[in-house]
């Protein structure tokens, strides 16, 4: 028999949802007459168990599968830090000193193109002028002339001492201005995501001090932060799986990504005492952000033979976990188990249940709903 109750999940996406399930346990159950409904046939005296009709197991995306032993590396989890390859990143700089005016909608993450406007400096209202305007009036000058003295020099009106003088000071003139600098303009030379930004629209800069960094997007490097006391599994560090702080899906793995190993050291990093930095390179998808904190698992020796089940078919209820188990096409019941590593895909069973059986791999959530539901069915009593 099936019962409905309602749940309002997700309120600005799902309005309520309805989910036709029974509870039944080992209390005997007897109609409004007082009749044992067990004596015709209502099955399923199993203590705890959750009974989901297969319906509403595939309307709700409910799915198990068999637990099983394969092999299962050494994880270590740890925070780390998405960067941009070192040789596939640009800085963008300040062609001259003045207040710096971001272009629109210029931020982290950003994608820009080779050439493209990252600000403009605007040195007209500082104190003294713009530098670089009297620099072009003055190779202006020096550049007449230069122009006036040519010919004459060919006429020998003129001496060479003369026409070097001025030739010397055009080329002071042309040296102290740039053409850029005039510009005011400050762009990318490469395409690729802004990264970061060093100054704040309408802040002073000087000339060439740094406004942005762009990072290409097809290589980045992962960083991660082992902490000392894991000093003896820097050796065997292999490869990684890491989380983006943005992202809520399932890790990425590094071995997908043509991930490689950098370098690793027995010396902590200089900001973070009491942390071994770690470098990874991988290719990029377009779906992660140079800058990003990330949770990162690195993966270590293998062992050949741990009992693994998916991460989302781990239950958290008061600080215990529980898998549940399908004992039948319409029924589950709630195992305790102890985990051990975690691979941030896959999770070790160290204890609780054994290898084959069926554990919910996904729509965990619905099948607790079942189990929590307080609704007792019309016409249901539970004799003590």
């Known amino acids: 028999m099936s019962y409905p109750f ?11 949802i309805t989910l036709t399930i029974a509870v039944s346990c080992t209390h ?75 272009a629109s909608g210029v931020e982290p993450g950003k994608t820009v193109r080779s ?60 040296s102290a201005y740039s053409p850029a600098a005039a510009t005011g303009r400050a762009s990318s030379s490469i ?16 000339a060439g001090q740094p406004i942005a960094t762009v990072a290409r997007s097809q290589r980045l ?28 899906g399932e890790a990425i793995r590094l071995a997908d990504r043509g991930g490689k190993l950098l370098s690793s050291s027995t010396s902590a990093a200089d900001n973070t005492p009491g942390y071994l930095p770690v470098y990874f390179s991988f290719d990029n998808h377009g779906d992660v952000v140079p800058g990003t904190p990330a949770e990162v698992y690195l993966i270590g020796s293998q062992r050949a033979d741990a009992l693994t089940v998916p991460v989302g078919a781990i239950s958290e209820q008061q600080g215990e976990k529980f898998v549940y188990v ?35 791999a996904t729509g965990t959530t619905f099948v607790r709903l079942a189990e929590t539901s307080t609704v007792v069915p019309e016409g249901h009593s539970h004799n003590h």
């Open 115 to 174: 050439g493209e406007l990252i600000a403009s400096i605007s040195a007209g209202n500082m104190t003294g002028g713009d530098a670089n305007r009297m620099a072009k009036v003055s190779l202006d000058a020096a550049k007449r002339e230069l122009d006036r003295l040519t010919p004459l020099l060919k006429d020998g009106l003129i001496t060479k001492k003369e026409y070097n003088e001025a030739l010397r000071s055009y080329e002071e003139a042309k």
């Open 28 to 102: 005997s159950h007897s109609d409004a007459h007082g009749e044992n409904l067990a004596d015709e046939g209502h099955g399923h005296e199993h203590e705890d168990e959750i009974v989901m009709s297969p319906a509403d197991a595939m309307r709700f995306g409910v799915f198990a599968e068999a637990a099983t032993k394969t092999p299962f590396c050494e994880i270590v989890k740890v925070s780390g830090e998405v960067l941009p390859a070192a040789t596939d990143r640009s800085v963008v700089s300040a062609p001259t000193a003045g207040i710096v005016r971001l």
């Open 221 to 248: 490097t992962l960083k991660a932060l082992l902490p000392s006391r894991h000093v003896d599994m820097l050796p065997r560090v292999a490869s990684a799986n890491f989380v983006p702080s943005h992202s809520s």
């Open 191 to 206: 395409s690729g995501v802004v990264s970061e930004l060093l100054v704040s629209d309408g802040s002073f800069v000087e």
């Open 326 to 360: 399908k004992v039948e096409d319409h029924a589950y019941a709630k195992h305790p188990v102890k985990v051990g590593r975690n691979d941030g895909r896959r999770v070790e069973i160290l204890d609780g249940i054994s290898e084959g059986d069926s554990v919910v």
């Open 6 to 16: 309602a749940y309002k999940l997700f309120p600005t996406v799902l309005s309520a």
